[in-house]
């Protein structure tokens, strides 16, 4: 099969479209064709060396496609269904991909639509998990219009929290069609919001890694009550946590996305897609940030 992979760290140009063996899923997975991948910050962070330090390395961990294999033990899906879901391995950016946690695609998506979801979905669930958020709390999101950020809003709305978020004033309008009351990042953050919640905010939630924890951590009345998805230097100086994947995936909100999608309750816009081959330039793209919605790349029919 083809798959996108690097043998050296380094810029775009680093990355190649290579033969590898074709994956074969075991015991609880399956294995897909993949029609789409999602790509994500972690992956040219990788490429650049600022992750991990094995090589080679094959790209990616979310994608959509169809099922062409079954693992032992499973009966919940049947070849040819529409699923999409997570590469553990790092390796759905390639024609065949083995998932070890997956859903079907909701109905009303496109194989794009779904294959952007699971990283943002998976970790803004994980980071409202981690602080509580719920009914009748205020919550804070810094970098709301990002695709981790925008998701953290729409799923605290479904739980009925009260949602703040920082963004350009160019976003604000978008913020708005979410559900959250928009402020201005940058300077003057801290008074800002406390013209919206004079008394601060229960929980703040860092998506962005801007430098904010001090503020944050005023807003929401004590580190306990942040977390942060981008700043782990700040996490450590400061003592809030940082979450992270290795310490319990919120893989529950696969199977929980699709009646929201159904509802009209929730949506990730796909910003742009690419083909495969193209991998070098959807790496360009991200890495100058500005982006609002999924890059995606397009394989297979």
Do not use: C
Not at 137 to 143: D, E, I, S
Request: glycine share 14%.
């Amino acid at each position: 099969m083809k798959a996108a992979r690097f043998s050296r760290f380094g810029g775009p140009e680093v990355l190649e479209i290579v033969d590898l063996p074709d994956p074969h899923p075991g015991p609880g997975e399956i294995r897909i064709a993949v029609r789409a991948a999602g790509l994500n910050p972690s992956d040219w962070k990788k490429r650049a060396g600022l992750m991990d330090e094995e090589l080679p390395q094959t790209m990616g961990h979310e994608a959509a496609g169809v099922v062409d294999e079954l693992g032992e033990g499973v009966a919940d899906v049947a070849v040819g269904d529409r699923v999409f879901g997570f590469s553990v391995e790092g390796a759905a950016q390639a024609e065949l991909a083995v998932l070890s946690y997956y859903a079907p695609i909701p109905p009303s998506l496109d194989f794009p639509g779904a294959a952007a979801l699971p990283a943002a979905i998976e970790t803004a669930t994980r980071a409202l998990d981690q602080l509580g958020v719920g009914s009748g709390r205020t919550l804070l999101v810094n970098g709301a219009s990002g695709s981790v950020g925008s998701a953290a809003v729409q799923l605290a709305v479904v739980r009925r929290a009260r949602v703040i978020g920082t963004a350009g004033p160019a976003n604000h309008e978008y913020l708005r069609s979410l559900g959250a009351v928009p402020v201005a990042y940058g300077e003057g953050l801290v008074e800002r919001v406390r013209a919206l919640a004079p008394d601060g905010v229960d929980l703040a939630l860092d998506v962005a890694g801007s430098g904010v924890l001090p503020e944050l951590i005023d807003l929401a009345n004590g580190a306990e009550h942040v977390v942060t998805l981008a700043d782990f230097a700040g996490a450590k100086e400061h003592g809030v946590v940082f979450s992270r994947g290795d310490a319990g995936r919120a893989v529950h909100v696969l199977g929980e996305i699709g009646a929201l999608i159904e509802a009209g309750r929730f949506s990730l816009p796909v910003a742009r897609t690419f083909p495969l081959a193209d991998v070098a330039e959807a790496h360009r793209i991200a890495e100058e940030g500005g982006v609002r919605g999924k890059l995606v790349l397009l394989v297979g029919e």
